[in-house]
Structure formats: structure tokens, C-alpha cells
Nanobody, 125 residues
Framework: VQLQASGGGLVQARGSLRLSCAAS????????MGWFRQAPGKEREFAAA????????TYADSVKGRFTISRDNAKNTVYLQMNSLKPEDTAVYYC???????????????????WGQGTQVTVSS
């Protein structure tokens, strides 16, 4: 599956952004989807994940209550709504797809089969 992330940009602290990730090439609803992020000099970290039908979601503690992941299988797209942004949210955000069973393993990059190219989010203080 090919993934194309978009929606990043520069925003002030306490602002909002919505990221999108459009999928193509395979049946989108067969895959759980995740968002990860990587700040300069740091490892890629988990942000949020959603099961194939949107029925289950998982969030990192650092974004819980501020970010919302959702998907529209009719549009082959997964979203990440980011509110109350903080400077520490600054990173390149990646979407990823997993064909594995939705479980605690969605937190780990090794669980994902496909990755998008990333979109930069910069939050100014």
C-alpha cells in the first residue's frame, strides 16, 4: 500500500492542525493505521493508532486528550486532529499501515508494513 501524508505546517502554540494520510494500492480497510513522529536527534515515537474499522484507538500519553485519530475507509484516508499543540510536538509526522492484529504491538514501528513519507509539523512558542 502507498501512503501519502499531508497537512503539516507552522502553527503557534495552543493552535490546531489536521494531518491526513491517503492510501492507495491495496484494500485500505484491511489495515490498522498509525501515526508516529520523529523530532530532530530523537527516535521515531508512537503517537496514535486506529483499528481497521475505527472501533479501537490507542494514544501515547503525551498526546492523549489533545490528538484524535480517525479514518474514513470510503476515502481511504486516516486523519490526525491535533489540538492544543505544544512546541514539543514539533516533529516530522509519519503515517503507517499494519496488516497485523490490532493489539498492544501497534505502539512499535516494527509492527508496521508500510510507511508514508512524512509531513513536518512545527509549533512555535
Amino acid at each position: 500500500v502507498q501512503l501519502q501524508a499531508s497537512g503539516g505546517g507552522l502553527v503557534q502554540a495552543r493552535g490546531s492542525l489536521r494531518l491526513s494520510c491517503a492510501a492507495s494500492g491495496r484494500t485500505f480497510s484491511n489495515y490498522g493505521m498509525g501515526w508516529f513522529r520523529q523530532a530532530p536527534g530523537k527516535e521515531r515515537e508512537f503517537a496514535a493508532a486506529v483499528s481497521w474499522n475505527g472501533g479501537s484507538t490507542t494514544y501515547a500519553d503525551s498526546v492523549k486528550g489533545r490528538f484524535t485519530i480517525s479514518r474514513d475507509n470510503a476515502k481511504n484516508t486516516v486523519y490526525l486532529q491535533m489540538n492544543s499543540l505544544k512546541p514539543e510536538d514539533t516533529a516530522v509526522y509519519y503515517c503507517a499501515a499494519t496488516s497485523g492484529r490490532y493489539s498492544g504491538s501497534v505502539l512499535y514501528t516494527a509492527n508496521y508494513n508500510y510507511w508514508g513519507q512524512g509531513t513536518q509539523v512545527t509549533v512555535s512558542s
